[in-house]
């Protein structure tokens, strides 16, 4: 559908006043186009060298303190915070879920929910990359239409703490976005860090942490934490305070206790910045940690022990990743049961619920599609094109003529692969081309490996990775013998050298035409083989060791499974309401072909509530937490 809009290449909005905003609705990220792909490996060596050396977070150090922070004053019973991660994918699906999340009213079950006076974006704005003109098309742009500007009085505050792909740049575009306190439709920002602490009642806090690319946490962020806790602690030296913290992503996933300490993502850091804060008081109760980064919704809870839920080293009752604000959807039959941290013995073991949206039976049903790779990723399949195209050249360039005349007199595989390493020991170049394909598989396999798997997952990973590099070089012999039995070793190669057999103008055209068959035929066949390879490799790899889950969860993109979390806070209790949207609006078809002039009146209905759209929301869970 996105084809249609090339040519439109911006939709205006309003900004606020009489200032235009202009922006151009972007299709989902095909992740496994060469290109993206490139890119997003350019960018993590690039990002993760500068940051060896300039971290962004020191400089805001020596920025303003946070102000207008503190909603516990307001005139109300009950306090309205809304949560959602990982958007800025495709423009049906954020703007959906914007629209949903914007309503000043929302019928949840028999409950009437409400617009939250904030809302917090848990990391990755954007994708595939931050940049100023993603931002403006994958972000503001769907905020803008769905809530424009002077919609509500006062204006919703927006908060966001960055994940990985924010920091892609080393945090500039966000920093521009985000800390100048600007309104981004109806939102205005309010914040002066990539990082902040919300009061939301007299003992109930919202911190958002930033982990950066490298999962730590620098100095100045956990000294501004630290004098934040002191100055509560002074005001309520004795009342216990409960806390809600935000993080990049759900480092419980996978993580083994006998690994603490050695793996700085999983949650090692964490378990340091809630001792140190601890250390500052010892009321604190971190009841909920919240992540997106992975594009699912879980919840983990602590286990009952003889049907008590114990108290634990840092209050930890819940463990919740949610991650649908629009993108790819992750699935998740990989998760454990059962997870065992760092955070006190013996009470440190938290029990899946099994609520996870989508559900094990969809997810199941996506993986499958892996086994049809092919079909859903043909820029993928074009690239191994090309580059089998490359091998063959090279080959030939390297084992000269002799070599594809020695093959085609083969007459079996077996006596072919052996008169192929005999002529890789006679002319050793032509490996470089056996291995262009191998090469580039493993590239991409290397440039999402996860950096802190633990020892075991390390090891699988190195023999399946191992293994796909043995197959595609095989499957590269068994699709070259293939086209020399099909194409040349009756026509080509009879005579001697080919270009000798130009003399002849018909003949030597009959020899171009079979040359550029037998080219095309290697490629394209070549193609097909090594992108449902690849396809298994993800399939297997996932259903039988739960590994590259994200690569795995991205071989189809699907749109829908979205869904976002509305916090109801008052005196005595935490509410919290998941709330799934399975089905996107086609926003696209709602602009097309429309006018400036009709696209205002949209944004207006938009802007006015007009019951117009359904999202057919629907309570994946309800969370209540005891004060």
Same mark, same amino acid.
């Given at each position: 559908?996105?084809?249609?809009?090339?040519?439109?290449?911006?939709?205006?909005?309003?900004?606020?006043?009489n200032?235009?905003?202009?922006?151009?609705?972007q299709?989902?990220?095909?992740?496994?186009?060469?290109?993206?792909?490139?890119?997003?490996?350019?960018?993590?060596?690039?990002?993760?060298?500068?940051?060896?050396?300039?971290?962004?977070?020191?400089?805001?150090?020596?920025?303003?303190p946070?102000?207008?922070?503190?909603?516990?004053?307001?005139?109300?019973?009950?306090?309205?915070?809304?949560?959602?991660?990982?958007?800025? %994918?495709?423009?049906?699906?954020?703007?959906?879920v914007?629209?949903?999340?914007?309503?000043?009213?929302?019928?949840?079950?028999?409950?009437?929910?409400?617009?939250?006076?904030?809302?917090?974006?848990?990391? /990755?704005?954007?994708?595939?990359?931050?940049?100023?003109?993603?931002?403006?098309?994958?972000?503001?742009?769907?905020?803008?239409?769905?809530?424009?500007?002077?919609?509500? /009085?006062?204006?919703?505050?927006?908060?966001?703490?960055?994940?990985?792909?924010?920091?892609?740049?080393?945090?500039?575009?966000?920093?521009?976005?985000?800390?100048?306190?600007?309104?981004i439709?109806?939102?205005?920002?309010?914040?002066?860090?990539s990082?902040?602490?919300?009061?939301?009642?007299?003992?109930?806090?919202?911190?958002?942490?930033?982990?950066?690319?490298?999962?730590?946490? %620098?100095?100045?962020?956990?000294?501004?934490?630290?004098?934040?806790?002191?100055?509560?602690?002074?005001?309520f030296?004795?009342?216990?305070?409960?806390?809600?913290?935000?993080?990049?992503?759900?480092?419980?996933?996978?993580?083994?206790?006998?690994?603490?300490g050695?793996?700085?993502?999983?949650?090692?850091?964490?378990?340091?910045?809630?001792?140190e804060?601890?250390?500052?008081?010892?009321?604190?109760?971190?009841?909920?940690?919240?992540?997106?980064?992975?594009?699912?919704?879980?919840?983990?809870?602590?286990?009952?022990?003889?049907?008590?839920?114990?108290?634990n080293?840092?209050?930890?009752?819940?463990?919740?990743?949610?991650?649908?604000?629009g993108?790819f959807?992750?699935?998740?039959?990989?998760?454990?049961?059962?997870?065992?941290?760092?955070?006190?013995?013996?009470?440190?073991?938290?029990?899946?619920?099994?609520?996870?949206?989508?559900?094990?039976?969809?997810?199941?049903?996506?993986?499958?599609?892996?086994?049809?790779?092919?079909?859903?990723?043909?820029?993928?399949?074009?690239?191994?094109?090309?580059?089998?195209?490359?091998?063959?050249?090279?080959?030939?360039?390297?084992?000269?003529?002799?070599?594809?005349?020695?093959?085609?007199?083969?007459?079996?595989?077996?006596?072919?692969?052996?008169? @192929?390493?005999?002529?890789?020991?006679?002319?050793?170049?032509?490996?470089v081309?056996?291995?262009?394909?191998?090469?580039y598989?493993?590239?991409?396999?290397?440039s999402?490996?996860? @950096?802190?798997?633990?020892?075991?997952?390390?090891?699988i990973?190195?023999?399946?990775?191992?293994?796909?590099?043995?197959?595609?070089?095989?499957?590269?012999?068994?699709?070259?013998?293939?086209?020399?039995?099909?194409?040349?070793?009756?026509?080509?190669?009879e005579?001697?050298?080919?270009?000798?057999?130009?003399?002849?103008?018909?003949?030597?055209?009959?020899?171009?035409?079979?040359?550029?068959?037998?080219?095309?035929?290697?490629?394209?066949?070549?193609?097909?083989?090594?992108?449902t390879?690849?396809?298994?490799?993800l399939?297997?790899?996932?259903?039988?060791?739960?590994?590259?889950?994200?690569?795995?969860?991205?071989?189809?993109?699907?749109?829908?499974?979205?869904?976002?979390?509305?916090?109801?806070?008052?005196?005595?209790?935490?509410?919290?309401?998941?709330?799934?949207?399975?089905?996107?609006? %086609?926003?696209?078809?709602?602009?097309?072909?429309?006018?400036?002039?009709?696209?205002?009146?949209l944004?207006?209905?938009n802007?006015? %509530?007009t019951?117009?759209?359904?999202?057919?929301?629907?309570?994946?869970?309800?969370?209540?937490?005891?004060l």
């Amino acid at each position: 559908m996105f084809h249609l809009f090339k040519k439109q290449t911006q939709i205006k909005v309003s900004k606020g006043g009489n200032n235009p905003f202009y922006f151009t609705p972007q299709e989902a990220v095909n992740w496994f186009d060469f290109s993206k792909l490139l890119n997003t490996f350019i960018r993590v060596k690039t990002s993760s060298t500068i940051l060896d050396n300039i971290d962004k977070r020191e400089v805001m150090d020596s920025y303003p303190p946070d102000t207008n922070h503190d909603y516990s004053m307001t005139n109300s019973d009950e306090f309205w915070l809304d949560y959602m991660a990982d958007t800025g %994918d495709g423009f049906n699906a954020t703007t959906t879920v914007f629209y949903a999340i914007t309503r000043p009213h929302l019928q949840i079950g028999t409950e009437n929910t409400q617009r939250g006076r904030a809302l917090v974006i848990g990391g /990755d704005l954007v994708y595939p990359d931050a940049s100023e003109q993603e931002y403006n098309n994958r972000f503001k742009g769907p905020i803008r239409l769905v809530f424009p500007n002077k919609t509500a /009085d006062p204006e919703p505050h927006l908060y966001a703490n960055p994940g990985n792909h924010d920091w892609y740049d080393g945090l500039s575009a966000f920093s521009r976005m985000m800390l100048q306190k600007k309104s981004i439709g109806g939102y205005r920002t309010n914040q002066n860090r990539s990082y902040y602490a919300l009061k939301i009642t007299h003992n109930v806090y919202f911190f958002a942490l930033d982990n950066q690319l490298k999962g730590d946490i %620098d100095i100045p962020q956990v000294n501004f934490f630290i004098n934040y806790v002191k100055n509560e602690s002074l005001k309520f030296p004795e009342e216990k305070k409960h806390i809600i913290l935000n993080i990049a992503e759900p480092c419980w996933y996978g993580y083994d206790i006998k690994d603490k300490g050695k793996r700085r993502q999983r949650f090692d850091s964490i378990d340091y910045f809630m001792n140190e804060m601890r250390k500052c008081d010892s009321t604190l109760s971190f009841d909920v940690l919240l992540a997106g980064d992975i594009h699912h919704y879980n919840h983990y809870k602590i286990a009952a022990v003889n049907g008590v839920h114990p108290e634990n080293k840092y209050g930890v009752k819940h463990l919740i990743t949610s991650g649908g604000g629009g993108a790819f959807k992750h699935m998740g039959t990989h998760l454990q049961n059962d997870i065992q941290l760092p955070i006190g013995s013996p009470n440190n073991s938290f029990t899946n619920t099994g609520n996870t949206y989508p559900n094990a039976e969809h997810s199941q049903k996506h993986n499958r599609n892996n086994l049809f790779f092919l079909f859903h990723n043909t820029a993928f399949a074009k690239i191994h094109f090309w580059v089998s195209i490359i091998g063959l050249f090279t080959f030939y360039l390297f084992s000269n003529y002799k070599g594809f005349t020695a093959l085609s007199h083969q007459h079996s595989f077996c006596s072919f692969i052996v008169e @192929a390493i005999k002529l890789a020991f006679v002319y050793p170049l032509i490996i470089v081309a056996g291995m262009l394909l191998p090469f580039y598989l493993s590239m991409i396999i290397n440039s999402v490996k996860p @950096a802190d798997i633990g020892e075991k997952d390390n090891q699988i990973y190195g023999i399946t990775q191992g293994a796909i590099v043995v197959l595609s070089f095989l499957a590269q012999l068994t699709v070259l013998y293939l086209s020399i039995f099909l194409f040349a070793r009756f026509t080509i190669f009879e005579e001697g050298h080919i270009f000798k057999q130009f003399d002849d103008f018909g003949k030597g055209l009959n020899v171009i035409i079979l040359l550029t068959a037998f080219a095309l035929f290697f490629a394209i066949v070549n193609s097909i083989l090594q992108s449902t390879l690849y396809g298994f490799y993800l399939y297997l790899n996932y259903r039988f060791f739960s590994l590259n889950t994200t690569e795995a969860s991205s071989g189809k993109v699907e749109e829908g499974y979205n869904h976002f979390l509305r916090f109801k806070f008052t005196k005595d209790k935490i509410t919290i309401y998941a709330i799934g949207i399975e089905k996107n609006i %086609d926003w696209m078809r709602e602009i097309k072909g429309k006018s400036e002039k009709e696209i205002e009146a949209l944004q207006m209905n938009n802007a006015n %509530d007009t019951p117009r759209f359904n999202v057919n929301q629907c309570l994946l869970e309800k969370i209540e937490i005891v004060l």
